[in-house]
């Protein structure tokens, strides 16, 4: 199983940024897949949510109205779509499935 992020970046305040989740080694359109995040001194915190078929979608306070995850089961790819970023959004960002992670992404957030 492999979990490849990439997107992440330096983005002034009330940018975007679009994160993307590269997947292989399991069958992607079989799995919830999950974004977490984990700013520098604070626990790993989930972001957001997607089922199997992408029907349902659940977000953390902090972020909704602002994030939407997706994904594209023909690529194998999950997405999220970070808009009207707050420097407390800076933190590394991570894909995860099952007991499967991702290397991470940073995204800094900061004028």
């Known amino acids: 199983v492999q979990l490849v992020e990439s997107g992440g970046g330096l983005v002034q305040p009330g940018g975007s940024l679009r994160l993307s989740c590269v997947a292989s080694g399991f069958t992607f359109r079989s799995y919830d897949m999950n974004w977490y995040r984990q700013a520098p001194g604070k626990e790993r915190e989930l972001v957001a949510t997607i089922t199997r078929t992408g029907g349902f979608t659940n977000y953390a306070a902090s972020v909704k109205g602002r994030f939407t995850i997706s994904r594209d089961n023909a690529k194998n790819t999950v997405y999220l779509q970070m808009n009207n970023l707050k420097p407390e959004d800076t933190a590394v960002y991570y894909c995860?499935?099952?007991?499967?992670w991702g290397q991470g992404t940073q995204v800094t957030v900061s004028s």
């Open positions: 995860k499935t099952s007991t499967y």
